[in-house]
């Protein structure tokens, strides 16, 4: 490669400044060094799946921030993230362009139901080569569900005997003692 032209892209002729009316004197000495780097052989572009788990009321659907990571040195086109249930395709997420470093956010709705019914037994992320399950756990989602049901339970119960008693005391007070 011999030279570097600049071009002028746009609606204007004179903008943006054309190349060389950047020299601040006359003289014919370059202003603009170019230096070509190297890429290492070895182009890596593997993405990071990150998880973390919003927490959400027991019986409606669980809520999982997905986070994207481009741990490579080039940037990654049209790639697309497969959320699969149960070996099933359920989600396509399209991240148009993924930048070295660059992170790709969203927000994936399980679903739950009564005493996990709904629940799935693995969930899988797959996206460029890189595969992710989420920890998925019928099991501990009946137990809370479960424990829900007895708190409420157990609030209400509570509820109940504080305003009988209170009842009870009013008119013990009325009676005089």
Known sequence: MKHVAFVIHGHHDSSPRPAGS???DSTSQ????????NLSEKKQNAAAITF???LTF???NKKWNIRTTNNGETALYDQYLYIYENASLVKQEYIPIL?????YVFTYKSPTGVFAQDEPNSIRIKTSGVSVSLPVSSVKTILWQVLFVIGMISIF???VFVFKYRRKVVQYKRRGH
Do not use: M
């Open 52 to 54: 973390t788990r919003k």
């Open 30 to 37: 370059k202003d603009v060094f170019v230096e070509l780097g």
């Open 99 to 103: 930048p070295p470093g660059g992170v």
């Open 157 to 159: 119960v509570g509820l």
């Open 22 to 24: 950047y020299k601040i």
């Open 58 to 60: 027991p019986f409606s």
